[in-house]
């Protein structure tokens, strides 16, 4: 049996987002959209690095099995919705992670997948 993954629908190099690193837009088995950003960070101690968030967003899903983007809150003037629709300014999400173990955006995107895994296993109709 194939195990789903999360697909990339969307990479932003400027985004809204408060980093100056790329966000990676991602449509889920569970018919949620997700971003992936990183954040620089510095402690008093001199150290440097990037802490990775995961956030679900709050203004889309995404039809896993058709690929497609859907709007919850949709203009008035319906157009027809495309990826990089899910990269505006004040998005509403929600972090579901943070980790400053994770080392690159594929370690984040590996995260994502158990973590969308688990709590499929947990609640299928959430």
Known sequence: MKIAKAILIYKSANTYL???HPALYYGAPDNKAYVIYAL??????????????????EEFLYNYKGEK????????????????????????????????????????????????RQAMEIDPFR
């Open 40 to 57: 620089t960070y510095e402690t008093p101690m001199i150290e440097s690095g990037l802490v990775y968030v995961i956030a679900r967003l």
């Open 69 to 116: 983007l859907i709007d919850l809150m949709p203009s008035e003037k319906r157009m027809p919705l495309l990826n990089h629709f899910v990269e505006k300014p004040n998005q509403k999400m929600t972090i579901i992670e943070t980790s400053r173990v994770v080392r690159s955006y594929m370690e984040a995107e590996i995260l994502l997948n158990k973590l969308i």
């Open 18 to 20: 408060p980093t100056i």
